[in-house]
């Protein structure tokens, strides 16, 4: 799946905007330095989260981290897939790993992310 389109949060989330509603997932970066995901535990539909704030943690075979919230709106869906089966974020993080979609409360958030050329350039000063 095409990355060209995602804005990345320097806390390693993605996120993909259609309209006034995002997918956030993390990115390739964060699941290689976590190694075998084992556990996700992520909000449920219908909840609200805020920009910057831990809304859930992600487990693997090396340690457990917090996720933090990329954007802030309404959680109006949640892919039960890696929740199910966390390990599909080690395979596909850009895709079938994708965690929850947010309908956005403030679009104007999107200006703080970076983009993919960015991010690449961040990653490489951790």
Known sequence: MSTEDLLFHKEHGWVRVANSTAVVGISDYAQGMLGDIVYLDIPDAGEEIAAGDVIGEIESAKSTSDLYAPVSGKIIAVN????????????????????YKVELSDSAELDALMSETEYAEYVKGL
Do not use: Q
């Open 80 to 99: 039960e897939k890696p929740v199910d089966r966390p390990e599909v974020i080690n395979g596909d993080p850009y895709g079938d790993g994708w965690m």
